[in-house]
């Protein structure tokens, strides 16, 4: 796919496509010479377009159908998707541009390829002798890297909601002058694994809250999906009842995930960990034919 951008532009193929883009993005094949002619998707950076800003003024943050796609990232950017062949970013004030090509080569990309009536299988590849086997399926393992970001994992960065999830307070750092006042042991080890817990008030530059990829999280997770365990009487017994047969059933899913992401479910890929999570359920049963 080929990306052209309105300023100083780079030419990529990704997907097979040729594409250009202004922005750079080390993870793209880069390609020279590229004819205009040939150029699939253009990328570019730019103001989001008039229907946009009207429900930007509506309060809503995001917009889906078969030709376009707008969605917005809280502190990185807002992505316009449009009949296949043009993606416009308009990046929030101090983003990230690591952040910001995140969601560029991995949302914007899948929407590109929706439009275009194109497979977007998500899995892994084996390539011998130019040709290739795909390694996927159901749900029940995946690997990806998400954001964390949020009120429920900044603290008060969103009006007065001070409410944060657990595993965001394990090993927070903590100064000796904050322990003493409110009782609590000190941590000040540098290699602590959040930062300490402040009000952000006007001062939007807070350390504590930009985004970085120190708030990248590895969401690799493999689950025990389904299982099914039954027990069929033997005939013998069965005859005996009068019956033809009879088995007895239980039915277990989303039992057990491994994941090194503990603080909430991987598999929903949530960057703020307010999605509502998969139910576990078990399910016992007897199944008797006469």
Not at 140 to 164: D, M, Q
Not at 189 to 208: E, F, I, T, V
Not at 217 to 227: E, M, P, Q, V
Request: overall charge neutral; charged content about 20%; glycine content about 8%.
């Amino acid at each position: 796919m080929s990306i052209e951008a309105d300023e100083e532009t780079s030419n990529y193929k990704v997907y097979a496509f040729k594409r250009t883009l202004e922005l750079k993005i080390d993870e793209f094949i880069k390609i020279e010479n590229l004819n205009k002619d040939d150029i699939d998707v253009y990328f570019y950076y730019g103001d989001m377009p008039n229907n946009i800003c009207k429900l930007r003024s509506e309060g809503k943050t995001s917009f889906y159908s078969k030709n376009y796609v707008w969605f917005e990232i809280d502190n990185v950017a807002s992505y316009y998707i449009c009949n296949g062949n043009k993606v416009i970013v308009e990046p929030c004030k101090e983003a990230n541009n690591i952040i910001v090509n995140v969601f560029l080569m991995c949302s914007c990309l899948g929407f590109i390829m929706l439009q275009r009536d194109k497979v977007a299988i998500h899995g892994g590849t084996i390539v011998v002798n130019d040709k290739a086997v795909i390694l996927t399926g159901d749900r029940g393992a995946g690997k990806s890297t998400f954001f964390t970001y949020g009120k429920c994992v900044w603290a008060f960065t969103e009006g007065e909601w001070g409410n944060i999830f657990k595993g965001m307070l394990d090993n927070r750092w903590v100064d000796a002058d904050t322990a003493e006042t409110l009782g609590i042991p000190a941590n000040e080890n540098p290699n602590a694994s959040y930062p300490r817990l402040s009000y952000q008030g006007d001062n939007a530059s807070n350390n504590n809250y930009r985004n970085s990829t120190f708030w990248l999280k590895n969401g690799r997770y493999l689950r025990l999906k389904t299982i099914d365990v039954g027990y069929t009487l033997p005939k013998s017994i069965v005859t005996k009842m009068h019956f033809n047969n009879i088995r007895i059933f239980s039915v277990g899913l989303n039992l057990l995930p491994w994941s090194s992401f503990k603080t909430w479910d991987p598999e929903m890929g949530d960057p703020r960990g307010e999605s509502y999570p998969l139910t576990k359920s078990i399910t016992m049963g007897i199944s008797v034919n006469l």
